[in-house]
T-cell receptor, first 114, second 115 residues
Framework: GENVEQHPSTLSVQEGDSAVIKCTYS??????FPWYKQELGKGPQLIID?????GEKKDQRIAVTLNKTAKHFSLHITETQPEDSAVYFCAASIRTGANSKLTFGKGITLSVRP | EPEVTQTPSHQVTQMGQEVILRCVPISNHLYFYWYRQILGQKVEFLVSFYNNEISEKSEIFDDQFSVERPDGSNFTLKIRSTKLEDSAMYFC?????????????FGPGTRLTVL
């Protein structure tokens, strides 16, 4: 089955700097890659996602890149703010209707220092 | 904004007892999921549910687990005889059935503690 690895496990950046979080996946059939942000006491919330027919997607300060050949995808956050501090999860899925289960990475704790 | 809700937020139970975790998915969603996260570990898929039947389940989802949609709004996960290793955060998620829409919306989770 699919295996998703996420690196690093913790990341601390200065406010205003960029943060990059990387994930690798094992199943070349995976075609959907969401990123979730989890704040304390809440469930994971989708912040951006990308499908395998696209190499990059951007939404304001957040971007995701996908390299299908190398089987890795990355989350880029620019101009980080203290409210970006949270746990971030990457995931991979094979989109097949009801059976679109997500396989998650272990999560990374991002700390943005004011 | 519509959201997935889960109750209770925290459940403490004795080993061997039955627990039912409840979820109310977003109202127009038709795909439902349960995931769990043991402390310090990955979020793991348990089961997906569509059209009143299980679509897929993981090897974690053994005979001790069952899911049900007893009415038009609730989606439940039952653990028949809890074990210590069932202690985890359990997340419910739902997704709409529109082609091209992939996002799974997660609830806040239920923390299950088995003593």
């Amino acid at each position: 089955g699919e295996n998703v690895e996420q690196h690093p496990s913790t990341l601390s950046v200065q406010e205003g700097d960029s943060a990059v979080i990387k994930c690798t996946y094992s199943d070349s059939a995976s075609n959907y890659f969401p990123w979730y942000k989890q704040e304390l006491g809440k469930g994971p919330q989708l912040i951006i996602d990308i499908r395998s027919n696209v190499g990059e997607k951007k939404d304001q300060r957040i971007a995701v890149t996908l390299n299908k050949t190398a089987k890795h995808f990355s989350l880029h956050i620019t101009e980080t703010q203290p409210e970006d501090s949270a746990v971030y999860f990457c995931a991979a899925s094979i989109r097949t209707g009801a059976n679109s289960k997500l396989t998650f990475g272990k999560g990374i704790t991002l700390s943005v220092r004011p | 904004e519509p959201e997935v809700t889960q109750t209770p937020s925290h459940q403490v139970t004795q080993m061997g007892q039955e627990v039912i975790l409840r979820c109310v998915p977003i109202s127009n969603h038709l795909y439902f999921y349960w995931y769990r996260q043991i402390l310090g570990q990955k979020v793991e898929f348990l089961v997906s549910f569509y059209n009143n039947e299980i679509s897929e389940k993981s090897e974690i989802f053994d005979d001790q687990f069952s899911v049900e949609r007893p009415d038009g709004s609730n989606f439940t996960l039952k653990i028949r005889s809890t074990k210590l290793e069932d202690s985890a955060m359990y997340f419910c998620a739902s997704r709409e059935r529109t082609a091209g829409v992939d996002e799974q919306f997660f609830g806040p989770g239920t923390r299950l503690t088995v003593l």
